[in-house]
C-alpha cells in the first residue's frame, strides 16, 4: 500500500523563487509600520524604469496587470464603445479590462508557429470604429512589433501592450513595453517577476501616466505616502472618479529583490528551456519553435502541443497523467471564445478563430521557474517521456 510518505513532493507549477532577501524586506517592512503605498513601492518604480530604460515620470505602480490595463486605456483617451484589437490566445483579463474600460473588444487570430496575434488578422479586423491594438506577447515571445507600430501609425490607433508574460523580453534590441503608448506588466506570483499580486504601467506620456497613477487611487491628487509621510500632513483632492488599484509597500518588498535579480532569473529559465528542447525533441509533441533573429524570449511559459492523433492520448489525459506524477501543469490558454461568458454576450464561437481554437485545445504547459531544481527538470522530462510511452 502507498502512503503519502512514499510519493515524491508535488512540483507546484509557477512556483516563485523567494530568497531570503525578500523574506528580510518584509520583515523590515512590516517593523516600520508602513505597509500600503509608500517609500517601497516609490523606489519600485524607480528600479524599474531604471531597469528598461524610462525616465520614473514613465512609470506607475499598482495592484495588477489588469489594473494597468484598464486605466492605461482610460488615460489614452479612448472614447467610450470604441474597438479595441486584441488576441484570442489570452488570459481573460486582457479582454476584461477592454470591457471595464466601455469599450469592444475585437479578436484577431494569432499566428499557429508564434501563438503571436497575426499582423496580417489585425489589418483585416480594422473598421472605422476601431481605436487602439492590445498585443500580447505570448509566452515571453515578442510580437512582431515593427509591423503592428506600422499599423497602428497607418490608421492612427493607440497601442497598449501586454507584457504580462514579458518583463525581461526585447525585439529589435528595445525592451518591450516601449514601442507603443503604454506597456503593462505583471507580478503575480507565476510571473517572472514576483510580488504575489502586482503590476506597473509603463507609458510614452508623463502627462497620460500622471492620470493613470490619478485613477488608479480613487482619483486623488495624492497618495498616502505624500498625504501621511514624514514632512507632514498634505491635504489632497480628488480630481476623477478613479479606483482602487495601488500597489503596497508589502508587495514592493518582494519585488525590489526580484527585480534585482532578474538577469540570474531569466538565465535559469533560459537553461531550462534549452534542456527540455533538447530532452524533448524526439517525442510525438510539438515544440515552442526558435525565437526569431534579433530578440529576447522572455521565457516565461514553455508550451507543448499534445495531439491525440500522434500522441495516442488527449491533451486532459496528459493533464490528468502529469498530475499522477505528482508534477503540476498550466493550460495557456483555452481560447477566449471558448468561455460561455463570451460566447453568450457576443455570439462568438472557436471555429472563428481557427488558430487560437487549435491551439487553445492541444497545448500544455511545463514548469519553469528559477525555483526548480536540476533534479525537478528531470523529473518533469522523465513523466513526459513514460507517459507518452506508454
Not at 295 to 300: E, I, K, N, P
Not at 346 to 359: D, T, V
Amino acid at each position: 500500500m502507498t502512503t503519502d510518505q512514499d510519493q515524491p513532493p508535488f512540483l507546484v507549477f509557477g512556483a516563485p523563487h523567494i530568497d531570503e532577501a525578500e523574506i528580510d524586506e518584509v520583515l523590515t517592512c512590516l517593523r516600520s509600520g508602513w505597509l500600503g503605498t509608500g517609500p517601497r513601492v516609490a523606489k519600485f518604480e524607480r528600479d524599474f524604469a531604471a531597469f528598461r530604460g524610462v525616465k520614473s515620470a514613465q512609470v506607475a505602480a499598482v495592484n495588477s496587470c489588469t489594473a494597468a490595463l484598464h486605466v492605461s486605456m482610460l488615460a489614452a483617451g479612448i472614447e467610450h464603445g470604441a474597438e479595441v484589437i486584441t488576441t484570442p490566445l489570452t488570459f481573460c483579463a486582457t479582454v476584461n479590462a477592454i470591457l471595464h474600460a466601455g469599450l469592444m473588444p475585437v479578436l484577431a487570430d494569432v499566428d499557429p508557429q508564434t501563438q503571436n496575434i497575426d499582423p496580417d488578422a489585425i489589418e483585416a479586423a480594422i473598421t472605422p470604429r476601431t481605436r487602439a491594438i492590445v498585443p500580447v506577447h505570448f509566452a515571453g515571445r515578442p510580437c512582431a512589433m515593427d509591423r503592428i507600430m506600422d499599423i497602428a501609425r497607418k490608421h492612427d490607433l493607440v497601442v497598449i501592450e501586454d507584457c504580462a508574460h514579458a518583463v525581461e523580453a526585447e525585439f529589435h534590441g528595445k525592451p518591450l513595453g516601449t514601442f507603443g503608448d503604454f506597456g503593462c506588466f505583471s507580478f503575480y506570483v507565476t510571473k517572472n517577476v514576483v510580488t504575489g499580486e502586482g503590476g506597473m504601467i509603463l507609458g510614452r506620456s508623463n502627462e497620460q501616466v500622471a492620470r493613470a497613477k490619478v485613477l488608479a487611487l480613487h482619483g486623488m491628487s495624492k497618495d498616502a505616502w505624500h498625504r501621511f509621510g514624514d514632512k507632514g500632513y498634505r491635504h489632497y483632492q480628488v480630481v476623477e472618479c478613479g479606483f482602487k488599484y495601488n500597489m503596497m509597500d508589502l508587495q514592493a518588498a518582494i519585488g525590489l529583490h526580484q527585480l534585482a535579480r532578474v538577469e540570474q532569473s531569466w538565465r535559469r529559465r533560459d537553461e531550462i528551456w534549452r534542456h527540455y528542447d533538447a530532452a524533448l525533441a524526439n517525442l510525438p509533441i510539438e515544440l515552442p519553435v526558435p525565437a526569431e533573429d534579433d530578440v529576447r524570449h522572455g521565457r516565461h511559459l514553455y508550451t507543448v502541443m499534445i495531439d491525440n492523433n500522434h500522441c495516442g492520448i488527449t491533451r486532459d489525459e496528459f493533464l490528468d497523467e502529469m498530475n499522477v506524477a505528482r508534477i503540476g501543469t498550466g493550460v495557456h490558454y483555452l481560447s477566449i471564445p471558448e468561455h460561455p461568458y463570451y460566447q453568450q454576450r457576443f455570439g462568438w464561437r472557436p471555429e472563428q478563430w481557427p488558430n487560437a481554437m487549435s491551439l487553445g485545445r492541444k497545448t500544455v504547459s511545463l514548469p519553469l521557474s528559477p525555483a526548480l531544481s536540476d533534479g525537478d527538470v528531470e523529473r518533469v522530462v522523465a513523466a513526459v517521456s513514460l507517459i507518452l510511452s506508454a
